[in-house]
């Protein structure tokens, strides 16, 4: 991604596009179980870099196309994540929500997720959705003072 930063994005695809032709066929002989699996961890990898690329230009469909291949290859509960901020940049609230809660529902312990619903029910002006995922947040991690504050925002809006 440091060619991204300097501003190299053809440089960076041509990187990516390099990487995922050197991995070999998910069912190459040669892979043993171990092989196999490091091979869908790195490809994983590279769709999602491909994904927060194409996030990066504003393709928010192309990202979310990456981020779900990506997801096929290897779990990785952050990219329901990505693939709700794609959801939300274009306003799509409720496809927002959908994948928040999937990763919600994986990672209960989380407080983040709960965070993150209580605020895309707060924008969709469900008030008591939001206050209750924003309180179970707060169970979460009672020191957060943004918690506090979207709490008391939620609280008032109701």
Not at 117 to 129: A, C, D, F, S
Request: hydrophobic fraction near 40%; glycine fraction near 4%; charged fraction near 30%.
């Amino acid at each position: 991604m440091v060619l991204l930063k300097m501003g190299e994005t053809e440089k960076a695809l041509l990187v990516l596009d390099d990487l995922l032709e050197i991995l070999p066929a998910e069912d190459d002989p040669r892979l043993n179980r171990e092989h196999r699996f490091n091979n869908l961890f790195y490809r994983s990898k590279i769709l999602n870099l491909y994904g927060d690329l194409a996030f990066s230009l504003n393709d928010f469909e192309k990202s979310r196309s990456y981020y779900r291949e990506s997801l096929s290859s290897y779990f990785d509960c952050l990219l329901y994540k990505k693939i709700a901020d794609c959801y939300f940049k274009e306003g799509d609230l409720d496809n927002a929500s959908f994948y928040l809660k999937r990763a919600y529902i994986l990672n209960p312990g989380d407080y983040s997720w709960a965070y993150a619903l209580g605020l895309i029910h707060y924008q969709k002006g469900e008030y008591q959705r939001a206050v209750n995922f924003l309180k179970e947040a707060l169970e979460m991690s009672p020191n957060n003072p943004e918690l506090f504050f979207w709490l008391e925002k939620a609280e008032e809006a109701k």
